[in-house]
C-alpha cells in the first residue's frame, strides 16, 4: 500500500499539463514574433507563472489541502492509501529499465552524430552552452534520434503484453480469460488485434508527423 494522495492533486497535475501546454505555445508564439519583427520578448517568466500558476490556483481553490490518506497496519493487513501489486510495480520497474535502456542509447547516439566542428564554429560565433544545444546540436540530432525512438515506442506497447508471464492480469489475459469462458475465440483475438492495431498506428502516426515537422529544412 502507498499513500494515496488528496482528489485536487489529479486536478493540480491537470492543471500542470495545461499551463505547460500554454507555455510551450507562448514560446513559440514568441520565437515567430522574434522572426518576423526582430523584438524580444521575455518568455521565462509567463512560462514559470502559466506552468506553475495554475496548479497553484487550482490548490487555493481546493482549499489548500496538505493531508494524504496514509497506509496504516490495523489487525491483520493494511488499511488506507492505494494498493499496488507486486505483479503491477515488477511489470512497471522491469519495462522502465528495459526501454530507458535503448532510449538512453538512441539519444547518445543521435547526439555524437552531430559533428564535433558544430560545435566548435558555434562557440566561434559567442554562443552560450544551452543555445548551443537547444539551437545547434538537438536540431541535427532529433534525425537521428526520431526513428529508433519510434521503434522503441511500438515495442514499449507490444512488451506490455508480457504482463501475463508474471500473472498480472493485463488486456491480453483479460481477453484470453473472456475467450475461454464465451468460446468466441474470433472476436477476442480480432479485439486484441485491434487494440494493439490502434496504438501502434496512433503511436507511428504521432511520431512520422514529429519526425517531418523536426527535421532540418535545406535552403
Known amino acids: 500500500a502507498v499513500p494515496a494522495s488528496h482528489p485536487a492533486y489529479f486536478q493540480m497535475f491537470v492543471a500542470l ?18 522572426f518576423t519583427t526582430g523584438r524580444d520578448f521575455p518568455v521565462l517568466w509567463p512560462f514559470l507563472g502559466l506552468s506553475l500558476g495554475l496548479p497553484l490556483l487550482v490548490w487555493v481553490l481546493h482549499g489548500a489541502p496538505m ?11 493494511f488499511q488506507g492509501g492505494i494498493m499496488l501489486s507486486p505483479e503491477f510495480f515488477a511489470l512497471l520497474l522491469g519495462l522502465v529499465i528495459y526501454t530507458s535502456a535503448f532510449v538512453a542509447e538512441a539519444v547518445r547516439a543521435g547526439i555524437q552524430a552531430v559533428s564535433r566542428g558544430q560545435t566548435e564554429a558555434a562557440m566561434s560565433i559567442g554562443l552560450k ?9 538537438l536540431p541535427q540530432a532529433l534525425r537521428v534520434i526520431i526513428p529508433p525512438l519510434t521503434s522503441q515506442m511500438l515495442n514499449l506497447t507490444k512488451n506490455s503484453s508480457l504482463a501475463i508471464a508474471i500473472g498480472y492480469p493485463d488486456f491480453v489475459s483479460v481477453a484470453n480469460t473472456t475467450i475461454n469462458q464465451t468460446g468466441q475465440s474470433i472476436e477476442g483475438v480480432a479485439m486484441i488485434m485491434a487494440c494493439y492495431l490502434v496504438f501502434s498506428v496512433s503511436t507511428s502516426i504521432f511520431m512520422n508527423w514529429y519526425n517531418k515537422k523536426s527535421k532540418l529544412v535545406e535552403r
Request: hydrophobic letters at 45%; aromatic letters at 8%.
Open 17 to 34: 499539463i495545461i499551463g505547460l501546454a500554454l507555455g510551450f505555445g507562448l514560446k513559440r508564439w514568441v520565437k515567430k514574433r522574434k
Open 67 to 77: 493531508q494524504m490518506d496514509v497506509p496504516e497496519l490495523k489487525g491483520f493487513n
Open 129 to 137: 552552452k544551452k543555445h548551443i544545444l537547444n539551437l545547434v546540436i
